[in-house]
């Protein structure tokens, strides 16, 4: 079936650094969604990108929607400790399917 | 935006039980769905329920397994029928709002863990 690749699997950081993660398919999908998932709780929609190309930005948070359709990054600048969690990219068709997610671990 | 509430929010059951899981939204929503995220993993659709008709399961779940209810748009229940440590998982709930931006909003689940 279809799948979405996230890369890095897991990162560990230091608070104030920059972190970049990515999500690839084998398909074309036309809406890109970026999520947080906190402990305990559900995904949290964080961005969402609708046309190839665009750049979108909330907060400290910017995602871009790859030119081919195949692809999107998610870039956190300036991490904090609660940017701690997992991040998952999903693609919108007539129903979400989920990447496999980034645990992102931040060290004050 | 929605606010989702799922009861309960954790259970303990023993093997061969069933759990109903129940879902309530604040506002009136067409498309709900039921979503299993296992130990460690990414979320995976269980089935989409639409009030007023049957609920439409992705490949390897069945209604026998999962039997959903949809009586209303501001209500759902999910059932982990004839349970077994593997239905040891998150369950959430999702809805999508309409508009321009069709975003899709998640309940803060309920972990169930099978003994």
């Known amino acids: 079936g279809q799948q979405l690749n996230q890369s890095p699997q897991s990162m560990f950081i230091q608070e104030g650094e920059d972190v970049s993660m990515n999500c690839t398919s084998s398909s074309i999908f036309n809406t890109w969604l970026w999520y947080k998932q906190d402990p305990g709780e559900g995904p949290v929609l964080l961005i969402a990108l609708y046309k190839a190309g665009e750049l979108t930005s909330n907060g400290r948070l910017t995602a871009q929607f790859g030119i081919t359709r195949k692809d999107s990054f998610l870039n956190i600048s300036a991490s904090i400790p609660s940017d701690v969690g997992i991040y998952f990219c999903a693609v919108a068709t007539n129903k979400l399917i989920f990447g496999t997610g980034t645990l992102l671990a931040v060290q004050p | 935006s929605a606010v989702i509430s799922q009861k309960p929010s954790r259970d303990i059951c023993q093997r061969g039980t069933s759990l109903t899981i129940q879902c309530q939204v604040d506002s009136q929503v067409t498309m709900m769905f039921w979503y299993r995220q296992q130990p460690g993993q990414s979320l995976t659709l269980i089935a989409t329920?639409?009030?007023?008709?049957?609920?439409?399961?992705e490949s390897g779940f069945v209604i026998d397994k999962f039997p959903i209810s949809r009586p209303n748009l501001t209500f759902s229940t999910l059932t982990v029928s004839n349970m077994s440590p593997e239905d040891s998982s998150i369950y959430l709930c999702s809805l999508l709002l309409g508009g321009a931006d069709r975003t899709q909003y998640f309940g803060p689940g309920t972990r169930l863990t099978v003994l």
């Open positions: 329920a639409n009030q007023g008709s049957e609920a439409t399961y």
